[in-house]
């Protein structure tokens, strides 16, 4: 049998697998026996716990369990409701301000947390109440915490970034610091939407004459504006120790996420009294659960790979889309395209560990730089996160304020997505916003 028709085979059982409503784990897992014990010698069959523990036993992976706790910690505690409400308190007197309290909030939060669930649950849970409370459309109040959450699986410790660096065999240091000014670049673009619609809103009401309480004005006291801050300052302390640590060269990549775990520890067990058995068997468990699902989807996907490249699929792959002979960035545009199409059904983390094998080789060979792509690609699928049919966020949202609808929800995101789409847009032709700090600290 060829292998085309291996290939196709391939990513049919794959497909069927998917759709079957099998954890993703195991469907990837189970086609990848499965074809071993169709197309692989017998004895590679005794090699499969072998070759998962090999590819798992990874000081780069040993990273997301600790980042995962650290983001569990804070995650657990109501630091997300106090910086969005020390934020809201600054930031007031600008038109639009509790949305751009909202995104800012968002952005810091997924920078401490790593992901994009807990971000949008955690500043969800208090910025939409406070949202629809002052006027803002239902769409509109969760469309921002829907994008801003997005923000998790880009910024720093991004779990799809750890595992984009595994991959593709790219420095994690990098890939950290190039996220940075892309993750700065889509807040700027979120919160001036923030500003645009809120005025458009207000208008709105103005011209209808009626009392809408988005015409309330609100005034905060310099004393109120400080109070708001000693609960926030501790954990922007935490994000701003971590990242030095890491950039500095004081400590690796596992070592500071176990230092960013015991920090954020030790700072709600401070500021915040959690520290009874009670407060932290919701952290641990969470944290192993998380960890333990992640960690066996990467396994099995590893698995999954391992066979692909053994059939010569993945390699039989790379070469079709290399002897197209297309151009450079039509190229980037059809395999920017498949991830969107996959983002439709598969998260992040799968899509990477899925496609690496095939997309990574031709975008090397046309000269594309791989870091940069990493975080082109992360926003891509930062669009999946918002628009359905998955779209993890708009389903975290549709749980934390079950009085929005789910159509409402939808239509509240749409714009944030033709964001992203701008944004990768300016960051093909500006690839400096993304590269300038790797390349300002390890040259």
């Known amino acids: ?50 070759n998962v523990y090999e590819e798992l036993a ?45 995104v800012l909030a968002c952005g810091l939060f997924a920078a401490m947390a790593g992901s994009s669930p807990a971000t949008c649950s955690a500043i969800g849970s208090s910025g939409i109440p406070e949202m629809r409370k002052r006027g803002y459309s239902p769409g509109f109040a969760a469309g921002l915490v829907a994008a801003g ?3 998790g699986i880009l910024l720093p410790p991004s779990i799809v970034l750890i595992l984009y660096a595994v991959r593709a065999e ?32 207000y208008t709105r009401a103005a011209a209808a004459g009626t009392e809408h309480e988005i015409l309330r004005e609100e005034r905060f006291t310099l004393r109120e504006k400080f109070t708001a801050l000693p609960r926030v300052l501790p954990f922007l302390i935490l994000l701003t120790g ?66 692909m490249s053994y059939l010569h699929i993945s390699q039989g792959a790379a070469a079709w889309i290399v002897s197209l002979h297309l151009s450079k960035w039509l190229l980037l545009t059809a395999i920017l395209l498949l991830v969107v199409v996959l983002g439709f059904f598969l998260p992040p983390v799968s899509i990477i560990l899925m496609t690496a094998p ?31 049919p998955v779209g993890l966020n708009i389903f975290v949202l549709n749980r934390i304020a079950p009085d929005i609808g789910l159509g409402a929800i939808i239509w509240g995101t749409l714009p944030f997505v033709a964001l992203m789409a701008v944004a990768v847009v300016i960051l093909s032709i500006f690839p400096g916003i993304a590269m300038w700090l790797p390349n300002l600290v390890y040259g």
Do not use: C, N
């Not at 109501?78 to 301000?97: M, N, Q, V």
């Not at 792509?373 to 926003?379: D, P, T």
């Open 149 to 151: 959450g997005t923000l």
């Open 170 to 201: 790219q420095s994690l240091g990098r890939l950290f610091l190039a996220g940075i000014g892309p993750g700065v670049l889509l807040v700027v673009m979120f919160a001036l939407y923030a500003m645009v619609r809120w005025r458009t809103e």
């Open 1 to 50: 049998m060829s292998t085309l028709q291996i290939g196709l085979m391939y990513g049919a059982a794959t497909i069927a697998a998917l759709f079957s409503g099998i954890p993703i784990a195991f469907a990837l897992g189970g086609v990848a026996v499965l074809f071993m014990f169709g197309f692989m010698p017998a004895a590679s069959v005794d090699t499969i716990a072998q």
């Open 58 to 102: 990874s000081i780069t992976l040993l990273t997301i369990p600790l980042f995962i706790l650290k983001g569990a910690a804070i995650g657990k505690s109501r630091a997300g409701k106090d910086l969005y409400d020390a934020l809201h308190t600054w930031l007031h007197r600008i038109p639009g301000g509790l949305g751009v309290a909202v």
């Open 358 to 388: 095939v997309i990574l080789p031709p975008l090397r060979a046309a000269g594309f730089d791989l870091v940069w792509f990493g975080i082109i690609m992360v926003v891509v699928m930062e669009m999946g996160l918002i628009h359905p």
């Open 242 to 307: 971590v990242m030095y640590a890491l950039y500095s060269g004081l400590a690796t990549p596992s070592e500071t996420a176990g230092l960013g775990a015991v920090m954020a520890m030790v700072l709600i067990a401070v500021v915040y009294g959690a520290w009874t058995l009670a407060d932290m068997k919701p952290i641990f468990a969470g944290t192993l659960g998380e960890s333990g699902m992640l960690l066996m989807i990467i396994g099995m996907s590893l698995l999954y790979s391992y066979v």
